[in-house]
């Protein structure tokens, strides 16, 4: 359907149409409308659900309080396993806040259980009213 750059495809030929119909009869302002309507359907369009959970854990906390993230969200780890099992680690980090643990995650990296922790901690139906209390 779509061939090259130069060559342009009759299914590329109608969208430019229509993304230039919409702009020329609505001003820029109906391309949020567009986008809506084009990619209602796929989630991965939405800026903030492609954050890693660590980055949006620490932006819920930053809305909720004036404090210092580094004050209220804080990031323990352990590994689970032997010394001598070190080629196959197993790490273990929780996620507390305010000194609650809100999540936890285990996996064999540090960045992977550390966002297996800070989902766990988002997912968590506490968090908003642990927040809310820590103002």
Wanted: proline share 4%.
């Amino acid at each position: 359907m779509f061939a090259d750059a130069v060559n342009e495809g009759p299914m590329l030929t109608a969208l430019n149409a229509m993304i230039g119909a919409c702009v020329m009869l609505n001003g820029y302002g109906s391309m949020g409308a567009m986008k809506h309507i084009l990619f209602s359907g796929n989630e991965s369009t939405d800026r903030e659900s492609m954050l890693p959970a660590r980055n949006r854990l620490q932006q819920a906390i930053q809305a909720s309080t004036s404090a210092n993230v580094a004050e209220v969200l804080k990031y323990e780890s352990r590994f689970l396993n032997a010394r001598h099992e070190a080629h196959k680690p197993l790490i273990e980090v929780k996620a507390i806040v305010y000194g609650a643990v809100m999540g936890a995650g285990t996996a064999a990296r540090k960045k992977d259980a550390t966002e297996i922790a800070a989902k766990a901690a988002l997912d968590n139906p506490l968090l908003p009213e642990l927040l809310e209390k820590g103002k």
